[in-house]
Protein backbone atom coordinates (compact mmCIF):
# COMPACT_ATOMS: atom_id res chain seq x y z
CA UNK A 1 0.00 0.00 0.00
CA UNK A 2 2.69 2.18 1.10
CA UNK A 3 4.63 1.80 -2.49
CA UNK A 4 1.54 2.84 -4.58
CA UNK A 5 0.44 5.97 -2.65
CA UNK A 6 4.25 6.61 -3.42
CA UNK A 7 3.86 6.26 -6.63
CA UNK A 8 0.08 8.33 -6.64
CA UNK A 9 1.94 10.95 -5.33
CA UNK A 10 4.49 11.12 -7.86
CA UNK A 11 2.35 11.10 -11.02
CA UNK A 12 0.32 13.70 -8.90
CA UNK A 13 2.76 16.00 -8.46
CA UNK A 14 4.39 15.36 -12.18
CA UNK A 15 0.81 16.47 -13.02
CA UNK A 16 0.35 19.80 -11.38
CA UNK A 17 3.73 20.75 -11.86
CA UNK A 18 3.28 20.10 -15.39
CA UNK A 19 0.05 22.46 -15.21
CA UNK A 20 2.04 25.28 -13.23
CA UNK A 21 5.47 24.86 -15.80
CA UNK A 22 2.33 25.18 -18.82
CA UNK A 23 0.80 27.93 -17.05
CA UNK A 24 3.41 30.15 -17.01
CA UNK A 25 5.14 29.77 -20.02
CA UNK A 26 1.39 30.45 -21.66
CA UNK A 27 0.99 33.54 -19.92
CA UNK A 28 5.05 34.72 -20.15
CA UNK A 29 4.93 34.11 -24.06
CA UNK A 30 1.72 36.25 -24.85
CA UNK A 31 2.61 38.75 -27.39
CA UNK A 32 6.53 38.06 -27.71
CA UNK A 33 8.27 35.72 -30.58
CA UNK A 34 8.18 32.50 -30.10
CA UNK A 35 11.84 31.75 -31.36
CA UNK A 36 12.84 33.49 -28.00
CA UNK A 37 10.03 32.14 -25.92
CA UNK A 38 10.61 28.82 -26.95
CA UNK A 39 14.80 29.41 -26.46
CA UNK A 40 13.45 30.46 -22.60
CA UNK A 41 11.44 27.62 -22.02
CA UNK A 42 14.77 25.81 -23.18
CA UNK A 43 16.73 27.67 -20.40
CA UNK A 44 14.07 27.06 -17.65
CA UNK A 45 13.72 23.31 -18.17
CA UNK A 46 18.03 23.19 -18.33
CA UNK A 47 17.80 25.11 -15.03
CA UNK A 48 15.16 23.10 -13.19
CA UNK A 49 17.00 20.18 -14.62
CA UNK A 50 20.40 21.04 -13.15
CA UNK A 51 18.69 21.40 -10.11
CA UNK A 52 16.93 18.32 -9.70
CA UNK A 53 19.93 17.13 -10.60
CA UNK A 54 22.28 18.75 -7.61
CA UNK A 55 19.52 18.44 -4.77
CA UNK A 56 18.96 14.48 -5.36
CA UNK A 57 18.77 12.95 -1.54
CA UNK A 58 18.99 16.23 0.45
CA UNK A 59 16.39 18.53 2.40
CA UNK A 60 16.72 21.32 4.58
CA UNK A 61 16.04 20.87 8.39
CA UNK A 62 15.38 24.24 10.77
CA UNK A 63 14.42 26.76 7.53
CA UNK A 64 12.86 29.83 8.72
CA UNK A 65 10.70 30.84 5.96
CA UNK A 66 11.26 34.74 6.02
CA UNK A 67 15.18 34.71 6.53
CA UNK A 68 16.25 31.12 5.00
CA UNK A 69 19.19 29.61 7.07
CA UNK A 70 18.56 26.15 8.29
CA UNK A 71 21.12 22.87 8.05
CA UNK A 72 20.95 21.19 4.58
CA UNK A 73 20.28 17.07 5.12
CA UNK A 74 21.62 14.22 3.23
CA UNK A 75 19.08 11.80 2.90
CA UNK A 76 20.83 8.90 1.11
CA UNK A 77 23.76 9.42 -1.22
CA UNK A 78 22.78 9.11 -4.96
CA UNK A 79 24.89 7.23 -7.58
CA UNK A 80 25.80 9.29 -10.30
CA UNK A 81 23.59 7.24 -12.92
CA UNK A 82 20.11 8.29 -9.72
CA UNK A 83 21.58 11.64 -10.32
CA UNK A 84 21.16 11.61 -14.28
CA UNK A 85 18.22 10.26 -14.24
CA UNK A 86 16.75 12.84 -11.72
CA UNK A 87 18.01 15.72 -13.73
CA UNK A 88 16.96 14.48 -17.55
CA UNK A 89 13.05 13.16 -16.43
CA UNK A 90 12.44 17.07 -14.79
CA UNK A 91 14.66 18.26 -17.82
CA UNK A 92 12.22 16.55 -20.51
CA UNK A 93 9.34 17.15 -17.98
CA UNK A 94 9.63 20.94 -18.30
CA UNK A 95 10.64 21.31 -21.44
CA UNK A 96 7.26 19.20 -23.02
CA UNK A 97 4.85 21.70 -20.69
CA UNK A 98 6.87 24.61 -21.71
CA UNK A 99 6.61 23.92 -25.30
CA UNK A 100 3.03 23.18 -25.02
CA UNK A 101 2.57 26.62 -23.33
CA UNK A 102 3.70 28.33 -25.60
CA UNK A 103 2.54 26.58 -28.63
CA UNK A 104 -1.05 27.69 -27.30
CA UNK A 105 -0.34 31.18 -26.55
CA UNK A 106 -1.41 33.69 -29.00
CA UNK A 107 1.94 35.97 -30.23
CA UNK A 108 3.37 37.14 -33.57
CA UNK A 109 4.06 34.46 -35.72
CA UNK A 110 4.73 34.64 -39.22
CA UNK A 111 2.45 34.05 -41.98
CA UNK A 112 3.12 32.65 -45.16
CA UNK A 113 2.04 34.94 -48.40
CA UNK A 114 -0.08 33.45 -51.10
CA UNK A 115 3.73 33.33 -53.32
CA UNK A 116 5.59 31.81 -50.81
Known sequence: MNEAFGDVTQIVGVLVGGCVLYLLAHAMSKGAAKGKAYFWSLIGAAILGWMAHGNLGTHREDDDPLFGG???????????????????????????????????????????????
Do not use: C, H, M, N
Open 70 to 116: GQVVEDFDPTPEQRSYAGWRVFFISLIAFSIGVSRSEGPSRKLEDGE
